[in-house]
Nanobody, 125 residues
C-alpha cells in the first residue's frame, strides 16, 4: 500500500477554483488507481472522480463532470484534482484514496486500501 498526503483546499466563493493534490509514498505509485471522495455532515462519503494507473482513464461523477479535472504525475507521485466553477454543494471534506486492484469507476469507498487525511473545501454563495 501507499501512504497518501493531501494538500490544497480552503474557502472560496461560488464560481472560484481550487486545486487539491494527493502525494504518495511507500510503493510504486504508478500502478495505483487514485480516486477522490467527499463527505459532508448530511451525506455519506460520495465518489467524486477517479484516474487509472498511467492516467489513461478518468471518470467523473455527473455532479462534477465538466467542472473538475484529474491529472497525475507519476514522477512526482501525485494526483491533482482541479476544481472549477465551484458551487456551495461542492463543499465538504475531500479524501483521496488509492488501490492497485480497482478501476477508476469503482465508487465504493471500502474498495480502497489507502487514504489521505482529508482536506476541507468550503464554497460560499
Amino acid at each position: 500500500q501507499v501512504e497518501l498526503v493531501q494538500s490544497g483546499g480552503g474557502s472560496v466563493q461560488a464560481g472560484d477554483s481550487l486545486r487539491l493534490t494527493c502525494t504518495a509514498s511507500g510503493d510504486t505509485f504508478s500502478k495505483y488507481t487514485v480516486t477522490w471522495f467527499r463527505q459532508t455532515p448530511r451525506k455519506e462519503r460520495e465518489y467524486v472522480a477517479g484516474i487509472s494507473w498511467g492516467g489513461a482513464r478518468t471518470n467523473y461523477d455527473d455532479s462534477v463532470k465538466g467542472r473538475f479535472s484529474l491529472s497525475r504525475d507519476d514522477v512526482k507521485n501525485s494526483v491533482i484534482l482541479d476544481m472549477a466553477s465551484l458551487k456551495p454543494e461542492d463543499s465538504g471534506v475531500y479524501y483521496c484514496a488509492a488501490d492497485e486492484r480497482v478501476s477508476p469507476t469503482v465508487s465504493h469507498d471500502y474498495a480502497y486500501g489507502s487514504w489521505g487525511q482529508g482536506t476541507q473545501v468550503a464554497v460560499s454563495s
